[in-house]
């Protein structure tokens, strides 16, 4: 018997499986903005993989995931409507300059409600202190190192 997935869940599932840049959670200033099972996602092209995103529901029960890709607007998009107070998505990516973000982290539902301090010890400490607000809220959950090559 399968069980009803939970925000945390989600979370889990999400943060745990992909390859982003940085996932943080949008709320209505301090609190998740829907009670509702559908999480929005915003992210631009290319930060998740598509593959990725279409395999979530099946790992995912209870939760819808609307995915929007969002083009080349997106840190202006989302800046805007962190100023704006309202159609934030619940999950987005944020990038390195997460720092740019923390002056509006009661916008932020802080990760570590959901359970994010439970995963904690399977990050590298420096990236995962990138995601915690000078108060101590967390609104970024890492999800790679970002590594580069070159040959």
């Given at each position: 018997m399968?069980?009803?997935?939970?925000?945390?869940?989600?979370l889990r599932i999400l943060g745990g499986g992909a390859a982003l840049a940085g996932l943080a959670g949008c709320g209505v200033f301090g609190s998740p903005k829907?009670?509702?099972?559908?999480?929005?996602l915003w992210y631009w092209d290319r930060s998740i993989n598509d593959d990725f995103l279409a395999a979530a529901p099946k790992h995912v029960t209870g939760l819808q995931l609307e995915p929007?890709?969002?083009g080349?607007?997106?840190?202006?998009?989302?800046?805007t409507t962190l100023a704006g107070h309202s159609y934030a998505p619940d999950i987005t990516n944020i990038n390195s300059d997460i720092?740019?973000?923390f002056p509006d982290d009661s916008a932020f539902?802080?990760?570590?409600?959901?359970?994010?301090r439970d995963l904690k010890d399977q990050y590298l400490d420096?990236?995962?202190e990138l995601g915690v607000t000078p108060s101590g809220k967390m609104i970024g959950f890492p999800i790679d190192t970002g590594p580069t090559a070159l040959m």
């Amino acid at each position: 018997m399968s069980r009803q997935t939970t925000r945390r869940d989600a979370l889990r599932i999400l943060g745990g499986g992909a390859a982003l840049a940085g996932l943080a959670g949008c709320g209505v200033f301090g609190s998740p903005k829907n009670s509702s099972k559908k999480l929005t996602l915003w992210y631009w092209d290319r930060s998740i993989n598509d593959d990725f995103l279409a395999a979530a529901p099946k790992h995912v029960t209870g939760l819808q995931l609307e995915p929007n890709k969002i083009g080349l607007s997106f840190r202006t998009k989302l800046l805007t409507t962190l100023a704006g107070h309202s159609y934030a998505p619940d999950i987005t990516n944020i990038n390195s300059d997460i720092a740019t973000y923390f002056p509006d982290d009661s916008a932020f539902v802080d990760l570590y409600t959901l359970g994010a301090r439970d995963l904690k010890d399977q990050y590298l400490d420096w990236k995962w202190e990138l995601g915690v607000t000078p108060s101590g809220k967390m609104i970024g959950f890492p999800i790679d190192t970002g590594p580069t090559a070159l040959m």
